[in-house]
């Protein structure tokens, strides 16, 4: 059976862990991880993979793992990545999708998560790109600047992020613009560089190089 991305996100059995994930993160003090998140990571990926030359169907499949993959986060959030990947396991098993496209996807899911993921096949490598590039103020729950915690500040720093994708010259450019006044570059990084050093080697599955431009100098 072939299934597809508007099956998955109309089901309403996969929107109910999905907010139950994004409710057990809000709990922990985390930044927003609902549908705004997941629907942004699922378009990139999808878009990260038609640029770098494959097709529709690998695409869709891309689509699929992005929505799915942070649903984890609500069994906890040690682990989320592999709890994730058993949960999508059985939702699509249950669906009746073909055991090689869910064996891609929870290869994906199993792998997004930068404290032990591979990019072990061209999914997982696009939503290692879509997942960890996705910085913006919107998602940080706590407007209160005298009580934010680094991870807020960082993500509430960026003013603006833009990903461009070039299939010719084969490189993805994640182009933020940083408040200083709110987080230093230096602090960015401090969070944010094991991220950026695994969207490197996701970026290198597809033969392209990622680049970091932060206020208008390159620094990766």
Do not use: W
Request: charged share 20%; with cysteine.
């Amino acid at each position: 059976m072939s299934m597809t991305f508007e099956q998955i996100k109309n089901d309403p059995s996969v929107n109910i862990y999905i907010q139950q994930a994004d409710d057990a993160m809000k709990a922990y003090g985390y930044t927003e991880h609902s549908f705004a998140h997941v629907t942004r990571a699922a378009q990139v990926a999808s878009q990260i993979l038609l640029t770098f030359g494959q097709d529709e169907r690998q695409a869709e499949l891309a689509r699929i793992a992005a929505y799915l993959h942070d649903i984890g986060n609500g069994i906890n959030r040690q682990d989320h990545a592999q709890s994730g990947a058993i949960m999508a396991f059985q939702l699509l098993n249950n669906m009746g999708m073909p055991a090689q496209e869910i064996a891609q996807i929870v290869a994906a899911i199993g792998n997004h998560d930068e404290s032990s993921s591979v990019p072990v096949n061209a999914v997982a490598a696009a939503l290692i790109l879509a997942d960890k590039t996705d910085v913006r103020r919107s998602r940080v729950r706590n407007r209160s600047e005298i009580t934010f915690d680094i991870h807020d500040r960082v993500n509430y720093a960026v003013e603006k992020a833009e990903l461009r994708l070039d299939g010719e010259e084969k490189t993805v450019t994640l182009d933020l613009t940083i408040d200083t006044e709110i987080c230093p570059v230096m602090e960015y990084f401090e969070i944010f560089l094991g991220r950026m050093i695994l969207c490197q080697r996701a970026a290198g599955f597809f033969g392209a190089r990622f680049c970091l431009v932060t206020n208008g100098l390159k620094v990766m």
